[in-house]
């Protein structure tokens, strides 16, 4: 059979006896590639003359494919169905076989097959529904159609040993996989039968690959954080052990250069004792190290709890503040974690109610023993004309959530309790009157905190400014209600207004500044909410509080140098090569470039146009001129470095307007041509108005920016959207709201992929196997998997003709 073969299909024998273990159903699986050809040669006749007598059917599966045509003499020859390529089947005394004919299909070398091949993936990726291309179910009555031995295009694909070593070790790594699972039996069969050639030798190769996986990406994140525009804060998360060593988890959250939120681990390191004063200042300060990251801190959140944050506070503060300056002096450097404050405030309200929730947990226990208590349950409730939809659940004792929806089912159904407990003489749990007044007022407080948590869990972007209105609505609730003549009232709200009162003293000025960055609230938020708290006598001093810290904060930034975009440094760069010649025509600050100055509008890199405030006409009203530096000819200087050519200016009426310098002071700044007058007689009018544009103080932009008025409270309001359009407007203002927006101020929630519900530490305890790993490794683990679930990572399509798939995992 060989001789009458082409030669590019010896080529293929050697991968026939991979290939046709993958085609053949399973009765041929054990059998050599020989034997099936032989049996096939026994099956299959020549296909005879017209003249001939009629041979038996072909039975090989080949034959859907191929079609046999007479050739010179009496050879015979099979013609492919598709791209009508023939083939040796006959010379008139030998039939050829048929393996040189499966290996066309099978292997994609026929090139309609490719076409079809393309477009059934096509389909795939488009979303088309997988039964739009699957061959229809036979109708009743009709036999099934045979099983093709054709498989997809990886037949012929180049195996790459170390792409699928790297792929295994992202599965350990997101799927906390332990590492030995690549040394257990039932895996190696798996693999086996996948590719026999993929050889992992044990756990330690795997630990390995995932050390060189870790290094390799953090070398690429170490970039991204060398070119961030703002600062970072961290967030500390504290693990123990069932030994006595602990590990300390730390975040980074910041704001990149397209006004998008990111949150990212940075180190997962072992600490002796924890809980010590010095431990987490000590794996700060490696981390910083670690990272480049020590002049670009902001913030430090902590997820402690409320009796040892202080000490955690000052400790941090004095270590730290040696080292780099602390912006407000400090009192911005500490936060407290939102989501962990909201889970003790939870559980101090189901502690202030614990024997009775104790006993509403065994009635549900009872009635959901057997199906005959639920139904004698159910007709109980029928019975009462309870119009209540919801189901009677147990609760997890972890997740606080769950005891507040068993609590709020149970109390719709608390006439059935009380019956259920005359009918049933085994049922004796039913809580009295005075309980239930309790699991009512317990539920009105946790409704509170659960709503907050949703709103947090929800928010995708998390930035600082939206736990305001969280946290002063609590406070203001919790204020009256710790006041109040009920007496169940006021004993269940008063270790939650104490917690929660410390959190709000602690951290309000933090929250005020952040919300006063949300262009909808401003100042204006702060001054009503504060008022509602402390009273319209106590109020306007804490107000007053806000604006000093907002303005002294503000100064600081001011007094930084805003940095130049690589147009502009190229832009000057031109310029000295010029011999001083300015060319520029608009003018360019952090972020964005204007242009076409003239016609009122600003054009920005990002496209679209700048509101109209921010046109230059009113920025010319603005600028601030220095009368004690001689600026250059035909150039106004304002503040932070940026300059405008003003050899051609356009002010309100379109008139051109050319300026020039007398000596060293600004005010005798004279026309130095003529003014193109519009006609109507205000030449002096026009002139009027070019030396106020130049005279006039400009307002710094944290006073401009609060004067302004508010901006809808629309639902699709995107508050970095908006930073990001008007950071031109506001170039110092925008830094200082970058950093603040990037505050995390809880450590669960939306973008993190933890629930407030379950936040503390008492959920973070690392189980035996952990414990016991190496802690490079861990470390390694840890961060690789958060790492990987923002970074997409995707098979190369391969080049080897036959391999037409793609495969994309989403990280």
Not at 206 to 214: G, H, I, R
Not at 242 to 255: A, D, E, K, P, R
Not at 441 to 448: F, I, N, R, S, T
Not at 684 to 706: C, G, H, R, T, W
Request: with cysteine; glycine share 4%; hydrophobic share 35%.
């Amino acid at each position: 059979m060989s001789e009458l073969m082409d030669p590019e299909q010896h080529q293929l024998v050697l991968a026939e006896d991979i290939d046709q273990e993958h085609l053949h159903e399973h009765e041929h699986e054990h059998e050599h590639e020989q034997e099936q050809e032989v049996e096939h040669e026994q099956e299959e006749e020549p296909e005879p003359t017209p003249t001939a007598t009629r041979g038996r059917k072909k039975k090989s599966l080949v034959w859907q494919h191929f079609t046999v045509v007479n050739g010179p003499g009496r050879m015979k020859r099979a013609c492919c169905n598709l791209c009508k390529q023939t083939f040796a089947y006959s010379d008139g005394s030998k039939v050829a076989g048929t393996s040189h004919l499966k290996r066309h299909i099978t292997l994609g070398s026929c090139p309609m097959l490719k076409a079809t091949d393309r477009d059934h993936q096509y389909l795939l990726n488009s979303g088309v529904p997988q039964s739009a291309t699957q061959t229809p179910e036979p109708t009743p009555g009709e036999r099934p159609a045979k099983r093709r031995y054709r498989v997809s295009g990886f037949s012929g694909a180049t195996f790459d040993h170390n792409l699928s070593l790297s792929n295994l070790a992202k599965m350990v790594v997101l799927h906390d996989y332990p590492l030995h699972v690549v040394e257990q039996p039932a895996f190696l069969a798996f693999v086996e039968s996948l590719q026999p050639r993929f050889q992992v030798h044990d756990a330690t190769s795997v630990e390995a690959e995932v050390l060189s996986l870790y290094h390799k990406e953090k070398h690429n994140l170490m970039q991204v954080f060398g070119s961030i525009p703002g600062r970072i804060s961290l967030a500390i998360s504290l693990w123990t052990t069932s030994q006595t060593l602990g590990y300390v988890g730390l975040h980074g959250q910041f704001i990149d250069s397209d006004w998008k939120l990111h949150r990212r681990m940075l180190n997962y390191l072992m600490v002796t004792s924890p809980h010590s004063e010095n431990a987490l200042s000590e794996a700060i300060e490696v981390s910083l190290s670690d990272w480049n990251l020590k002049s670009k801190l902001f913030t430090i959140t902590l997820d402690n709890n409320c009796s040892s944050h202080d000490i955690y506070s000052a400790n941090l503060r004095d270590h730290l503040s040696n080292k780099d300056a602390l912006l407000l002096k400090g009192q911005l450097f500490v936060v407290r974690c939102y989501a962990h404050v909201l889970n003790n405030v939870a559980q101090d309200v189901i502690a202030s109610i614990h024997g009775i929730i104790y006993n509403i947990r065994e009635s549900v226990k009872f009635i959901k023993a057997s199906p005959s208590r639920e139904e004698k349950f159910a007709e109980i409730a029928l019975q009462l004309e309870i119009p209540s939809t919801k189901t009677l659940s147990l609760d997890t004792t972890t997740q606080w959530n769950t005891t507040y929806s068993m609590l709020c089912a149970a109390l719709e159904y608390k006439q059935a309790f009380n019956l259920l407990e005359t009918c049933d003489d085994n049922y004796n749990e039913a809580p009295s009157a005075e309980d239930w007044r309790k699991v009512e007022v317990a539920c009105v407080y946790l409704k509170l905190l659960h709503d907050s948590a949703n709103t947090v869990n929800n928010t995708e972007e998390p930035t600082s400014n939206i736990f305001y209105h969280e946290a002063w609505k609590i406070q203001l609730e919790l204020k009256g209600s710790v006041q109040s003549k009920d007496a169940v009232v006021s004993s269940i709200t008063k270790e939650m207004y104490d917690k929660f009162e410390k959190y709000w003293r602690d951290c309000s000025l933090i929250l005020a500044v952040a919300v006063v960055m949300d262009p909808r609230y401003k100042m204006k938020l702060v001054d009503f909410s504060f008022k509602r708290i402390y009273g319209n006598e106590e109020g306007p001093k804490y107000v007053k509080m806000v604006e000093d810290a907002l303005m002294e904060l503000y100064n600081e930034y001011v007094a930084q140098p805003l940095p130049l975009t690589p147009a502009y440094v190229e832009q000057q760069q031109q310029e000295v090569a010029d011999g001083g010649e300015h060319i520029e025509t608009g003018m360019t600050t952090e972020n964005n470039t204007v242009s076409n100055v003239g016609n009122g509008v600003e054009e920005h890199e990002n496209g679209g146009d700048q509101p109209k405030e921010a046109q230059v006409d009113d920025m010319a009203v603005k600028m601030e001129v220095d009368a004690s530096e001689a600026p250059v000819e035909g150039e106004i200087e304002m503040n932070n470095n940026v300059t405008i050519q003003t050899e051609d200016i356009e002010v309100n009426n379109n008139v051109s307007i050319q300026m020039e310098e007398e000596g060293n002071a600004r005010d005798d700044i004279q026309p130095a041509a003529p003014i193109a007058s519009t006609g109507d007689g205000l030449l002096d009018f026009d002139i009027y108005l070019s030396e106020m544009a130049v005279n006039q103080p400009k307002k710094p932009e944290l006073e401009q920016y609060l004067e302004e008025m508010l901006q809808p409270r629309t639902n699709d309001f995107n508050i970095l959207t908006w930073w990001k359009m008007n950071s031109f407007k506001y170039p110092t203002l925008s830094k200082l709201a970058r950093d603040i927006l990037a505050i995390p101020m809880a450590m669960a929630g939306g973008g993190t992929g933890l629930s407030v519900f379950g936040a503390g530490s008492a959920n973070r305890i690392l189980d035996d196997y952990r414990s016991s790993m190496r802690p490079d490794t861990l470390e390694a683990i840890f961060c690789a998997k958060d790492w990987y679930q923002y970074m997409p990572t995707s098979v190369p399509e391969p080049t080897t003709p036959g391999a037409m798939a793609f495969v994309q995992f989403d990280m």
